[in-house]
């Protein structure tokens, strides 16, 4: 049943608003731990069955395990926690940044502004934070749209 789970989890994250808003700033979400990471552009041209193949590949990885059930609980249980006790120590303003990440659709700027608070930087810098962040992208090989 964790599995199961684990595999829904996976289905229903990547396909979320904070990942769709995180592809609009050059990242997206791990399939193993569910982190954001850096993107490549070429990522966002991969065809559908090499998006379908990984995600079997990957929910294979966890059917050995699952034979192995305790092990799997213990794994999916301490990886729970882990996520759980490193969010619980962030500060007020980074958990209102992924909240917003992850319940609203926001435009590239707005999620520059809500990174710059959460990071407490002056928003005076708001230009040239945007532009780093634009150059980073367009090094990375995505185009400007």
Do not use: C
Not at 91 to 114: C, G, H, Y
């Amino acid at each position: 049943m964790l599995w199961l789970a684990s595999i829904v989890i996976i289905l229903v994250s990547i396909n979320s608003r904070y990942e769709k808003n995180l592809n609009k700033i050059g990242q997206r979400l791990s399939w193993l731990s569910l982190n954001p990471k850096a993107m490549d552009a070429e990522e966002l041209e991969r065809s559908m069955f090499r998006k379908i193949f990984k995600f079997l590949f990957i929910a294979g990885i966890g059917l050995p395990v699952v034979l192995l059930s305790w092990l799997y609980v213990a794994w999916f249980v301490g990886t729970n926690v882990y996520h759980r006790a490193k969010d619980a120590g962030a500060p007020q303003a980074v958990r209102e940044f992924r909240w917003k990440l992850k319940n609203t659709d926001m435009s590239f700027d707005q999620i520059v502004r809500e990174m710059m608070k959460a990071s407490e930087e002056d928003p005076t810098t708001f230009e040239k934070v945007r532009n780093d962040l634009v150059q980073e992208m367009m090094d990375r090989g995505f185009t400007t749209d």
